[in-house]
């Protein structure tokens, strides 16, 4: 394919040295009139080379040549499975979870930023607010679908990423995962079939193993997502229930699907009227560019169950999340309240004044910078730490990564040693329902960076090495 020539002859420009290591590569626009292609192939030549590990896409900035050290293959996608299977073999993952709360052990393990990277003294600030001129409503309960204000809140912020939700039409959860957990009760029974990318975030299988459903794993591109082919296949070959995706800043891989593709992906669930639960939690965190849109903002009939939270950028110990369940509104706030009652109301009140007041889209750019700058800082170090051909991923946003190494270690066998050495990780098998990636491991780079932090990664590259 023509962008595919185009990378090729880049990269023997940078290897001759027309473009050293740490330069940037000239604009899209300059490189589209210099090579007398589109502006999309240049566009497409960059991120073939980012999947070699040639360049770098820095916010902001454009494409740098990585230095030999750097330059690391991209994970490679598995084969889809052959059928729908159970989910087991999640219990290790408690045992990591564990550790966070070990001031001993250096959390890479969970998908948890350190505190510095959310606005505490936003958060600090509101709470005392609210306490102080609503306390008789922060004493009581806030029952389903929750409050006022912060429906009106979440229906602004979607409205301004395209997505048609009035206040009533938005569940106020304890968490993404509470507002997944909901969304398959509703569209779910034991037994049915949910499509799932693979790698996939753990805690979607631990949901479809608590609800006795059988997962359909498909291959996730590091650069492009998830196979629109295999997807197609597996709708018409098997009776699918739901899908349930994570479109904007997959965890682990971080990718971010293109509109193309998610207006691709919605086509395919319509045409076989299978709804897609969509999980956007990572959506406000894009390393360049503007917010992405969801999946939700193209559905025009009811068939996407959109779900978020504000554990991955405002606080995590807010546990707050939300659901638009379409028109199983009533029955999804029943469900919420047979699971935990309500959600904690000074939580509720809280994130509605930080929503209204505090600047978010401000405070979304500033973590998201810093979220770059530590993934691209984990990036440099596992590259310089990991064997010679360990594979590294390049989110696009969020700030996980996903790395795959070489030969045949099995990173779940490694979880008890690394914690006795002080470091936490998350093994690649509890990202697949079938023990796929147990040669992969995920790495939390929120982290506050030190010399505990650099200990930590030494320790855990020495155990990847044996």
Request: net charge positive.
């Amino acid at each position: 394919m023509l962008y595919q020539t185009l990378a090729d002859r880049l990269q023997a420009l940078i290897s001759e040295g027309v473009y050293p290591v740490g330069s940037a590569l000239p604009g899209v626009r300059r490189l589209s009139g210099s090579h007398g292609v589109s502006v999309s192939t240049v566009v497409s030549a960059a991120r073939e080379l980012e999947r070699r590990g040639i360049l770098e896409a820095r916010p902001r900035s454009g494409y740098y040549v990585l230095p030999p050290a750097a330059q690391r293959a991209m994970p490679r996608a598995r084969p889809r499975s052959r059928r729908p299977q159970p989910v087991t073999g999640q219990e290790q993952l408690l045992q990591i979870i564990q550790s966070v709360q070990d001031p001993a052990i250096v959390n890479f393990g969970t998908a948890v930023p350190d505190p510095d990277y959310m606005p505490a003294a936003v958060i600090e600030k509101a709470f005392r607010r609210v306490w102080r001129e609503q306390r008789r409503r922060c004493i009581g309960y806030a029952f389903p679908p929750g409050t006022p204000e912060l429906r009106t809140q979440i229906a602004r912020h979607l409205a301004g990423l395209q997505c048609a939700v009035g206040p009533d039409q938005v569940l106020i959860t304890n968490s993404c995962q509470e507002s997944i957990a909901i969304a398959l009760k509703l569209l779910t029974r034991p037994g049915d079939t949910v499509l799932l990318e693979s790698p996939t975030y753990y805690g979607l299988l631990q949901v479809v193993e608590a609800l006795g459903l059988k997962a359909l794993e498909l291959p996730s591109d590091p650069l492009e997502g998830i196979s629109l082919g295999a997807l197609e296949l597996a709708l018409e070959r098997w009776p699918v229930t739901a899908c349930v995706l994570v479109p904007n800043f997959s965890n682990p891989l971080g990718v971010c699907l293109s509109d193309a593709r998610k207006q691709a992906i919605l086509q395919l669930l319509a045409r076989h009227r299978v709804p897609l639960v969509e999980d956007d939690i990572y959506g406000d965190l894009p390393f360049s560019g503007p917010r992405p849109r969801p999946i939700k903002s193209w559905d025009r009939e009811g068939l996407v169950y959109y779900c978020s939270s504000s554990s991955k950028t405002l606080a995590a110990g807010l546990r707050v999340g939300w659901l638009v369940p379409g028109a199983e509104q009533h029955r999804a706030e029943y469900l919420q309240f047979v699971n935990t009652v309500c959600v904690g109301t000074p939580a509720q009140l809280a994130l509605a004044e930080v929503l209204e007041k505090g600047s978010y889209g401000r405070m979304m750019r500033e973590a998201s910078a810093r979220h770059a700058h530590s993934v691209a800082r984990m990036v440099e170090r596992v590259s310089q730490l990991f064997p010679a051909e360990t594979r590294v991923s390049r989110p696009a946003g969020g700030f996980v990564l996903w790395i795959e190494l070489p030969g045949k270690v099995d990173t779940g066998q490694l979880i008890g040693p690394a914690l006795e050495a002080g470091v936490s990780f998350a093994p690649g098998h509890l990202f697949s329902a079938t023990g796929k990636f147990s040669n992969c491991l995920r790495l939390n780079c929120a982290v506050r960076w030190d010399a505990r932090v650099e200990r930590a990664l030494e320790a855990l590259a020495r155990l990847l090495r044996v």
